[in-house]
Structures are given as structure tokens and as C-alpha cells.
């Protein structure tokens, strides 16, 4: 059984740039397709990027493209999310989510991490 | 980009009554469609994949049902833990959710 468990609460200012890690056990990384979604606060879901088992790549959202990395290390089974330049639009719940074997939705998901842009 | 439109944005229902949400995708999706359960706080929770499968160990009151572009969940028989906000997810063509539904109580 998958279980995906995130980093802490962070609290950064505008224009930094903030690190969540996603840590992975029951499974390998290289066996999922981590994918990584946002909440901002009462508001919907929203893909920001993640792994694409038919073209093997990571692939960002457009609205990411140029501040979104997605990185992995594969020895600690932990994957990682860095988003530059925040603004005070970027307070949201990070979560990292993942699909299995080449499955495309997502199953399980982390607990989610709260990323609060604030001067 | 694939946009997913979902309707109701807020549905008020009673325990026992039958609820169905629809999930329109800009262009056809095949039957590449998840619904997701959020409550709040909480992560969300997978519930039918390929439009129609239901997730392991989830009630067999939710079902879904469609495919190309319009999609529907049902829940035949709304029970007090299904009030939440349901999230279909289009993965045809990158990942896309839709705007959300919530359930409420009536």
C-alpha cells in the first residue's frame, strides 16, 4: 500500500522560493507517476505538473512553465516540488499525488502542505 | 487545453435522496475521467476511475456512468458522510479538474 507523506507548514515572502518534499513508502518511486496539485483557500483543485508514464517525462501546467521544478531522489524514495518567485496568489495546500503502475488518476494522495506567501 | 465544466456548483440535498453530478470536457476524453470526494481539511479521495470503475472499498451507492464529453457521478442514496465537494479530473490529454460540486445538507 502506497502512503505518500509531505514536509511542514512554510511561511515565505514574496519573491522566495519554497521546497515540499512528498516522502513515498509501501512503493519505489520509479513504480509511480508523482503528480503534484494545489488548493489555494476555498477554491478548487488545480494540476500543476508531474509525470507522464507514455512520454516518460515531467510535464509542468503552462501556467507553471519557467517556476515550477519537480525533482526526485530515487535513493530516499522522496519526491520534491520548488516553486520560485512567490507571490501572495501562491498561498495555497500543496499536495503531491500519484498513480501506480502507469495508472493515470490519482491514488493515494499526501496530507497536504501549507504554503503561505505573506510580506 | 482540455476545460471540465461540472453542474451543479452547489447541490442541497436530503438523506436518502438520489444526487447526480455532470461533468461536460471541452473535446472527447474517451472514458478518461476520475471522481474525486473532499471533505474539508482533508486530502481528496479517489472514488471511480475510467468514468465508470469504482475504487476498492468505496460504497457501491456512488457510480459513474459516460464517456467522449459528458460524464455523470450518482449517489443513489445520499448518507450523512457524503456531504463534500466532488472533483471529476479529465487525464486524456495532461490533467484537468473540474470547478467542483458541493453537497450540502438540505
Known amino acids: 500500500q502506497v502512503q505518500l507523506v509531505q514536509s511542514g507548514a512554510e511561511v515565505k515572502k514574496p519573491g522566495a522560493s519554497v521546497k515540499v518534499s512528498c516522502k513515498v513508502s509501501?512503493?519505489?518511486?520509479?513504480?509511480?507517476?508523482m503528480h503534484w496539485v494545489r488548493q489555494a483557500p476555498g477554491k478548487g483543485l488545480e494540476w500543476m505538473g508531474g509525470f507522464d508514464p507514455e512520454d516518460g517525462e515531467t510535464i509542468y501546467a503552462q501556467k507553471f512553465q519557467g517556476r515550477v521544478t519537480m525533482t526526485e531522489d530515487t535513493s530516499t524514495d522522496t519526491a520534491y516540488m520548488e516553486l520560485s518567485s512567490l507571490r501572495s496568489e501562491d498561498t495555497a495546500v500543496y499536495y503531491c499525488?500519484?498513480?501506480?503502475?502507469?495508472?493515470?488518476?490519482?491514488?493515494?494522495w499526501g496530507q497536504g502542505t501549507l504554503v503561505t506567501v505573506s510580506s | 487545453d482540455i476545460q471540465m465544466t461540472q453542474s451543479p456548483s452547489t447541490l442541497s440535498a436530503s438523506v436518502g435522496d438520489r444526487v447526480t453530478i455532470t461533468c461536460r470536457a471541452s473535446?472527447?476524453?474517451?472514458?478518461?475521467l476520475a471522481w474525486y470526494q473532499q471533505k474539508p481539511g482533508k486530502a481528496p479521495k479517489l472514488l471511480i476511475y475510467?468514468?465508470?470503475s469504482l475504487e476498492s472499498g468505496v460504497p457501491s451507492r456512488f457510480s459513474g456512468s459516460g464517456s467522449g464529453t459528458e460524464f455523470t457521478l450518482t449517489i443513489s442514496s445520499l448518507q450523512p458522510d457524503d456531504f463534500a465537494t466532488y472533483y471529476c479530473?479529465?487525464?486524456?490529454?495532461?490533467?484537468?479538474f473540474g470547478q467542483g460540486t458541493k453537497v450540502e445538507i438540505k
Open positions: 479530473q479529465q487525464y486524456n490529454s495532461l490533467w484537468t
Open positions: 499525488a500519484t498513480g501506480i503502475s502507469g495508472d493515470n488518476w490519482f491514488d493515494p
Open positions: 509501501g512503493y519505489t518511486l520509479t513504480e509511480l507517476s
Open positions: 475510467k468514468a465508470s
Open positions: 473535446q472527447s476524453i474517451s472514458s478518461w
